[in-house]
């Protein structure tokens, strides 16, 4: 079963954990391909007594771990060196960057860049009238928060956490259950470690099915709509085994190989993209339609951050923000345990500013652009992509706004081909991650073996056929929500296991930054 070579270079599989989580995803996603619509009145009840009764922990969860972030950034922890005194980082800034950016968003940043406005500037919050001047204040600043430093913020105690885990305490593990051991002490060698790691594959294949549930119906429809064909259910399996077969040669061929050159191709890629809208478009109003929303965020961060409306019950904060918080929470273990695998060397504050910071200004850009762009067209030239989007779906109203572009004929495809390159680079780390945990110990210079990593390729492409199957946004939603539950007591016990590290290492010597512990057999 191991697969391990004569050199070492593949790591042994752990029965329990592999199977256990295998068996796991079928039994939950099974049903959807059997019993298909009829599941979707259960799941909209599920959905919504999930994120209604529990906003309160979500939103309060989420701040938490902004507050926890910056005092691990600013605190006398912050120059704690994620490794010993003479490792240096893997990987080039950019490198490092482009792998942490297209693996922590993926090719549903541009699906929803293009939809939040439009749903806002409906649907606004606070009370607004639809498609007033108040409504689009709002239309990105929404958008920029949800995928601002709150949500980056929730992969913060994971990433610091297993970080310190490999490459301070020197521990050959990629279970998030050891890195727990702070707290939970030998009882994570039993079956709640195996419980523990169990939950956290069920929560990373829930977050990557909303994904596909989002941008394989996208990128279905405007091929579709490119080439003049009806949008049926074989277009979108054709789509998902295309999206698969990249994936798959990527996470077979490992992080130096695959990933790493996938993600910097996708960065100069979106690059490219970002800036031909930004030029043909309305330029001007791009920049002060997004300071201005910009503006509104800054002044309501918290009134965002803490919203419920409990009185009038408009389900706008439940629907969005709660939904979103469990989506983050739901990649969190995978994100974490990805940018520890590739932050050897760097600091504490190093990490933290950059997954928090740069990677929300490089959301942002997909917000003032695409989100300005599809408010312009709507407010501003009266293409009702509100409409195509209730009528036909978000799929084709991303469709109808890339033909409003000069060149449309060259650049659909362009934004096709980016959109492959940029879920590809999403799901083959996800695949490279669960394959890793679901290993008994990653040493140094080994890696998990190939035919998991094809298992689990194989295994999410068919998820994602099975969430397309049921179809609808509640069906989608409660993929990510009802799996990310758990994550957020793992969360909070990851954070208590590496303050207690922290401490122990480096409570008393405040000018200590580094320290070497024996590397483990």
């Not at 990490?351 to 407010?379: E, K, P, R």
């Not at 991650?433 to 080994?446: A, D, F, H, L, Y």
């Not at 298992?455 to 609808?472: H, Q, R, S, T």
Request: aromatic share 16%; glycine share 8%.
């Amino acid at each position: 079963m191991s697969q391990e070579k004569s050199k070492g270079i593949y790591a042994r599989i752990n029965p329990v954990v592999f199977w256990g989580s295998a068996i796991l995803c079928v039994l939950l996603y099974a049903p959807m391909l059997i019993y298909g619509t009829e599941l979707q009145p259960y799941v909209a009840v599920i959905l919504k007594a999930i994120t209604y009764r529990m906003d309160w922990l979500w939103l309060l969860f989420t701040l938490g771990c902004v507050i926890f972030s910056f005092w691990l950034a600013f605190g006398k922890y912050g120059n704690v060196k994620l490794g010993g005194t003479d490792d240096k980082p893997e990987f080039s800034d950019f490198s490092w960057l482009s792998m942490m950016f297209t693996g922590g968003v993926g090719a549903g940043l541009v699906y929803w860049s293009m939809a939040e406005p439009l749903y806002y500037l409906k649907f606004p919050p606070y009370w607004n009238e639809a498609f007033s001047g108040q409504a689009s204040q709002f239309a990105i600043a929404y958008g920029m928060f949800h995928w601002g430093i709150s949500a980056w913020a929730i992969f913060v105690p994971g990433a610091i956490a297993f970080a310190y885990m490999l490459y301070v305490r020197k521990k050959p593990y990629f279970s998030p259950s050891y890195a727990c051991r702070g707290v939970l002490g030998d009882r994570v060698d039993g079956w709640l470690g195996r419980a523990i790691d169990i939950f956290v594959v069920l929560g990373l294949v829930g977050g990557l099915g909303t994904t596909l549930g989002t941008v394989i119906p996208m990128m279905s429809a405007v091929a579709a709509g490119y080439l003049g064909i009806p949008d049926t259910m074989t277009v979108k399996v054709v789509t998902t085994l295309v999206i698969a077969a990249t994936f798959t040669y990527s996470a077979v061929s490992g992080i130096n190989s695959g990933i790493k050159k996938l993600s910097e191709l996708n960065s100069w890629l979106c690059m490219g993209l970002l800036a031909f809208v930004a030029i043909v478009g309305p330029t001007l109003f791009l920049f002060s339609f997004y300071v201005d929303n910009l503006g509104v965020l800054i002044t309501n961060f918290f009134r965002m951050s803490l919203y419920t409306d409990p009185i009038s019950k408009s389900g706008f904060p439940q629907d969005w923000t709660v939904f979103y918080w469990a989506w983050w929470a739901a990649w969190a273990m995978y994100f974490g345990l990805f940018v520890a695998r590739i932050s050897k060397g760097r600091t504490i504050k190093n990490v933290v500013l950059n997954m928090m910071v740069v990677t929300s200004i490089g959301c942002s850009l997909f917000f003032l652009v695409f989100g300005g762009y599809a408010v312009n067209l709507q407010l501003n030239l009266g293409v009702a992509l509100d409409m195509t989007m209730k009528d036909a779906g978000a799929g084709a109203m991303i469709s109808q706004l890339l033909h409003t572009l000069p060149l449309a004929v060259i650049v659909v495809p362009y934004f096709l081909f980016v959109m492959l390159i940029f879920q590809a680079t999403t799901i083959d780390t996800n695949a490279y991650i669960i394959s890793s945990i679901s290993c008994k110990e990653v040493k140094n210079g080994q890696e998990s073996p190939q035919w998991t990593r094809l298992f689990w390729c194989a295994l999410l492409a068919v998820i994602g056929i099975a969430i397309m199957v049921v179809g609808g946004l509640p069906v989608v939603q409660l993929s990510s929500v009802a799996t990310s539950v758990p994550i957020i007591f793992i969360i909070i016990i990851l954070s208590m296991s590496l303050l207690k590290w922290l401490k122990e290492d480096f409570g008393r010597e405040k000018e200590i930054q580094v320290v070497d512990y024996p590397e483990e057999d």
